[in-house]
């Protein structure tokens, strides 16, 4: 990565007709954290490599294993967090388990971060 510089204020000037709008539209500190921690899901590359399998069928763990050349164990414990971060969800078709995206919302996450990066 190049080395950024950042330019400073020459002096102290508080704007308070700005700092009132961005003081009223900051969501509460809970929300932050919680989305924080949803962010940090996102910051592993064998969670982002389950999502873009799961973007093109729902799979076992088994596949997923298969096609990222993993341990079942190792799968099922990165399935985990993203369940609980209401990710993926799963559905119980006899012996089997399949996992697939939660919702949309998820695809549209990752091709944006993807645009962003590309820029």
Known sequence: ????TLDCCDGIEIHRDRLKVVTE???REEELNDLAELFKV??????IRILFVLFEAEV???DLAE???MTQPAISHQLKILKQAKLVRSRR???SVFYSLADGHVRTIIAQGREHIEE
Do not use: I
């Open 25 to 27: 539209q900051m969501p």
């Open 93 to 95: 078709e006899g012996k």
């Open 1 to 4: 990565m190049s080395e950024v």
């Open 60 to 62: 076992c763990v088994c």
């Open 42 to 47: 996102f910051g592993d590359s064998t969670r």
């Open 67 to 69: 096609a990222l050349h």
